[in-house]
Each structure stands twice: as C-alpha cells, then as structure tokens.
C-alpha cells in the first residue's frame, strides 16, 4: 500500500539563535490523522520546531512541506489558504485579552469569512460545548478564566475554522493530573470526531501515553528516537533510557504495561499506519 | 463540483439531496439555500446526505439546525446516508446548541452607565483615600526605623525622574516664557508699556506657569511610568509575592516613589521657573530691545520672595498627589494588558485634572492671606 502524503514533510530542518544552532538536521513527517506527540528537554526545541514550522521563526536550511506545499513557494493568497488549514494552540493560551470568550472564538470567522451572526453566535457556543465549557462562559473575558478554562478556549479558537491540522504547545502543562487527563480525553475524542492531524508538544508522559499514535524524541537538534511508544522505549539513546526509564517514567511505563494499555494501542495503530 | 443542494417536493414530502463540500468555506451559501425552505408543519422532509464529500461542524451544525427547525415545527425529518466518514462529527455537533441562548444584556443604558460611573468615582475617593493614609503611615514608621528607609532604590529613582526629566524641562519651560515674553512686547508695546511685560512674566512664570507646567509634564512622564511599572507588577503577581515574603508592598514600592516625587518636583519647578525666565529674558533683549540689566532690574522691582514661595509651597503638595494617583492606579490594574493600558491614561487624566484643581485651590488660599 502506498502510504498517503504526510500533512507536514521536514527534511534537514536547520534553526539557530547567534551562534548555536537548536535544530540541526531535523528530519520528521506527521502523517494525515495521527496524533504525533514530541518530547525533549526543556530548551530542546520542541517549542521552537513547532514555530518554525507555523513561521514564526524562520529556518536557516531544510525544507518544510505542508499539506504537500513547500513553505518557501507560498505567500499570499496561497499562504493564507494554508494558514486557515491549521489551528495553533499557543502554551499560555494566546488569547486576545481585549475580546470576550466569543470574540475570541469568533475572531476568524469575522476576519475570513463572511457568516451571518446567527451562524456566528451559534458556532462559537458549539465550540466552547465540544471542548465541555457552558454557552454562558462565553461572555467572560480572559483575565476571568482559570488555568484549566484558558486552555479549553484556546482549543477551541485553534479549532474555529475546522482546520484538519492542529498544532498544541504543551496543552497540558500547568493543568492538575485530573484536568490533565480530562485534556487527553478531550483531544482524543476531537480528533477522532473532526478527523484531525495533531502536533502535539508536551513535556506530559501520561500525556503521551494516553493519547499519541506515535511518539518522536528531540535531543541534540534532531530527531533521535521516533514510532509507537515502545519503539521508542527500545531506543538505545541515553536521553531516550533516561526519559522514559526515570523515576517518574518507569512508574508510568509499569501502569501502561500491566493494564496493556495505551502503548500496545499505540503500536497496533502505528504499525496497521505502516502496512 | 455537485450541486450543494437540490430539492424536489414530489410525492408528499420534501426530498433534499445534498452533495459536494459542506465545510466552512461553504457555509454562508449551504445557510442562505437552506433559508430559502421555510419549515412546514406536518410536512415530511428527507435529506440525502450521500452525495458529500467533506463534512465539518459548520456543515454539519447547519444541517442539525435545519433539522431541529423542522421538527420544532411538527414535522418528520429524517437525515439519510450520512458516509462512515461524516457520522462522527454529525453525531458530536447534534449534542450542542441545546441550551437556549441567553438575550445578551443590553450594552448601552445611559441611568445604568451614569450610575456606575458615579460610584466608580466614589470607589476612586476612597481608595485615594486609603492610599493616602497607607502611605502617611509608611512615612511615619520609616521616621521611626530610618533603616528601613530604600535609600539606594530612591537614589535611583529620583535619578530617573529628576536629573534625566532636567533636559526636556528646561527645553519647554525656556521656549514657553520665550513665547510668553515676545507676546507681551507685541501687544504692550502698542500702549508704551513695555516695561509691564517684565512684571506680567515674572508674576507667571513664579506664581502659576512654572509649577504648572513642570507638573503637567511629570504627569505624563512619571505618573505613567509608575502606573504602568506597578501595574504590570501587579499582573504577574510581584506584588502578591512581596506581600506572602512578609514586606509591604507600600513601603518598599510606592512610599518611596511618592517621596522622590515630593522631592523631586519643586526642584524640577525651580529649574523650570529659572529656564523660563531666561527664555523672557533673552527675547527682551533680541526682540523687545531691552538690556539685560534693565530685564534684571525690573524683575528685582517686580518680584518678591513671597512669588517665589507661591510656586515653591504648591510643588511638594503637587508631587504628592501625582504620586498617589499614579501608584493607586497602578495598584488598580488587573488582568488584561488593556486594563494596564486604561489604568496608565487615567493615571496622567486624573493627575492632570487633580494639578489644575490643587492649583485653583491654593490660588484662593494666597489670595485669602495675602501672599
């Protein structure tokens, strides 16, 4: 069978700040409908990998290739048809904080489409629904809403256009265990609903676990261990082994296994994704 | 690319076949077509949703929407052939919007607004007022504890809002009793009066114009600083950290800054005043002909310490309530980068206001005793 086109194609990624290069050579795909959670140390690049490849920071060599475009050839008309292919969830939310829930989720529909109000009103109370908030949330503003509401909103408004390509920064940092697993579940159910490709940064490991199809690991500027959890698991790379085979990974790694959870999941998809 | 909607009414009932992309893209199109069939009661309506390709959640809210239309109305829909691929999302979008959505509240009542901003206005004495008396009483136990006076953090403040203030200062005090001075001698001189200009400057620029201006410009200059350094202080919880380690934000922040504005302006006042007067005094002698010791007589003749002290007295009171004002809407900022951004343009508003009122004020006051 020949494997679709991935939505995102990195080869030779090079980015760098003065003189350090923080990827170098970064090489990686996220193929269409899988959730491809990255790990690395904090400073790894992870966070700048995922901006990189939305343009916020611009590459020093390589080539990046979205939804089969490479990003060097599109400006215009053409990058804007493909920046409302994908919806960014920023770490800390992003959202307008001079704008009401709502407006915020309404934001795009305003600025890119020309919708009746009513459809407008309508959708935004849909989103804040499918991501478990109420319609009367809407009116808050951002400065009123929780840590856990804050990241709600922020997926929903990376959601606002129905884009098939989601990238989350670190959706889960700073929320509690429980609302992090609620976070997971979320994602989880969305993506298999709205048929979505995620990017999904986290420094999470019960994130990566319960929701990824398929894991890469970020150290020294590229990619050093990539698959199905337990490919990764077998990696041989000491950042790798220590990772995941710390304190706190190894207590995660012994829940998964026993139950024969969401790993062996993870690596049925992954190789079924292959053949 | 198919139709987005067909629809015939025959054989009892209304059969809607959909196709292409019912996406976002779309929408506003797939919600005008789907206007366009008014709901009947007691109707029987079919939509094949066989024929399209891509369904999101405005193409599938769309669809649910019309179908709770029509049922509302009393009449059978039935939604068909909905692809393996489009019944998630169908099936997640059917689940919201069950809520009625509440009327929003009317935006703009001018009883509503109105009273709202008096008692803001009431809120703003009283927390000016609590402000005040924090910061007395900060001042009274550094008289007690000299230590815990920040000497090297004043030292740095008045740094900034003295000494680096001078140049601008000078520039627009000098310009302004310039400008002042060759107004006088274009107009006096048509009466012979020339020498008067002398006296109406000196008056000015001691009594009111000096102070005045050197205030208006610390507002905007300093006040803002202030409100925005605390205020963005406050946003990221510094302020709140002090106060868990124990330390009152008051003394270590604001009673400091208040001081140095205590300070600071009558000294700007005095520097501003003496600018001014120079910039009179060199438009006398280029433009209105008049030697500079001629200029320097009359203002010995014209001026008394008592001007002087009129304009010094009212620097230090000025300074204070700049402070306060500045630091309370600092302190009164919260969450959004807008609030900072409302709060700092109050800040110099009311400071501004509050200089012209002090101002008023006192001039009853020198005018009562005689000064």
Redesign the interface.
């Known amino acids: 069978m020949k494997e679709p086109q991935p939505v995102v194609h990195i080869r030779d990624l090079t980015v760098g700040f003065g003189p350090r290069n923080v990827l170098d050579g970064l090489s990686m795909d996220v193929r269409r409908g899988e959730i491809l959670g990255v790990v690395g140390g904090s400073g790894g690049g992870k966070s700048v990998l995922l901006r990189t490849i939305i343009g916020l920071i611009p590459k020093r060599a390589g080539t990046i290739e979205l939804f089969g475009f490479d990003t060097d050839t599109l400006e215009g008309e053409a990058l804007r048809a493909v920046q409302r292919r994908w919806g960014v969830m920023f770490q800390h939310g992003a959202l307008f904080s001079s704008l009401t829930v709502r407006q915020n989720l309404q934001f795009q529909m305003r600025e890119a489409l020309h919708l009746s109000d009513r459809l407008k009103d309508e959708m935004a109370t849909a989103r804040l629904e499918m991501v478990g908030l109420k319609a009367a949330d809407g009116g808050k503003m951002p400065s009123e809403l929780s840590g856990g509401m804050t990241k709600r909103v922020a997926l929903a408004r990376a959601l606002a256009l129905d884009p098939e390509f989601v990238l989350l920064d670190e959706p889960t940092s700073g929320l509690d265990p429980i609302a992090a697993g609620d976070f997971d579940e979320l994602i989880k159910t969305l993506q298999s609903t709205l048929g979505l490709t995620v990017f999904l940064v986290t420094h999470d490991l019960e994130s990566l676990y319960a929701v990824c199809d398929r894991v890469a690991v970020l150290a020294e500027g590229k990619v050093v261990a990539q698959g199905g959890i337990e490919e990764v698991l077998a990696s041989p790379h000491p950042w790798v082994q220590e990772y995941f085979r710390g304190k706190r990974g190894k207590m995660l790694a012994a829940k998964n296994t026993s139950r024969g959870g969401s790993a062996a999941r993870a690596k049925r998809k992954d190789q079924a994704g292959l053949g | 690319m198919a139709e987005l909607l067909t629809h015939d009414e025959k054989g009892g009932g209304l059969k809607i076949k959909a196709g292409g992309d019912w996406?976002?893209?779309n929408?506003?199109l797939i919600?005008n077509e789907l206007a366009e069939l008014a709901p009947k009661a007691g109707g029987r309506v079919s939509i094949d949703m066989a024929g399209v390709h891509a369904l999101?959640?405005?193409g599938a809210?769309?669809l649910e929407?019309f179908r709770r239309e029509w049922a509302a109305a009393g009449a059978t829909v039935s939604i068909e052939g909905l692809t393996a691929?489009n019944r998630?999302?169908y099936?997640?979008?059917s689940?919201?919007?069950r809520?009625p959505?509440?009327p929003?509240a009317a935006r703009h009542d001018a009883y509503a607004g109105a009273g709202a901003m008096i008692s803001a206005l009431g809120r703003d004495l009283v927390s000016f007022a609590v402000m005040t008396g924090a910061v007395v009483t900060a001042f009274g136990s550094m008289l007690r504890k000299p230590a815990a006076f920040r000497l090297t953090s004043s030292v740095s403040l008045f740094d900034r809002i003295g000494w680096q203030a001078v140049p601008i200062i000078v520039m627009i005090t000098f310009l302004i009793g310039a400008i002042l001075a060759q107004q006088g001698f274009f107009h006096f001189s048509k009466f012979g009066a020339d020498l008067y200009v002398v006296d109406m400057v000196g008056f000015l620029i001691m009594r009111e114009l000096g102070v005045l201006l050197v205030a208006i410009m610390v507002a905007g200059r300093t006040g803002s600083a202030f409100t925005a350094e605390l205020g963005s202080m406050k946003m990221r919880e510094e302020i709140d950290a002090l106060r868990t380690m124990g330390l009152d934000p008051v003394t270590i922040l604001i009673a400091p800054r208040i001081l140095v504005l205590v300070i600071a302006l009558p000294v700007l006042t005095f520097i501003g005043s003496m600018a001014a007067l120079y910039g009179a005094g060199v438009v006398s002698t280029v433009y209105g002909g008049m030697s500079a010791p001629l200029f320097i007589d009359r203002l010995h003749e014209a001026i008394t310490v008592d001007h002087f002290l009129v304009g010094m007295i009212k620097a230090p009171v000025i300074g204070f309530f700049i402070g306060i004002i500045a630091c309370n809407e600092g302190l009164a900022v919260?969450?959004?980068?807008?609030?900072l951004g409302r709060h700092t343009t109050q800040s110099v508003v009311k400071s501004i206001f509050m200089v012209i009122v002090l101002d008023a004020i006192f001039a009853i006051f020198f005018s009562a005793i005689g000064m």
């Open positions: 996406t976002v893209a929408a506003a919600e999101d959640s405005f809210w769309l929407r691929r998630p999302i099936a997640e979008i689940e919201v919007n809520a959505l509440e929003a919260h969450g959004s980068a807008a609030s």
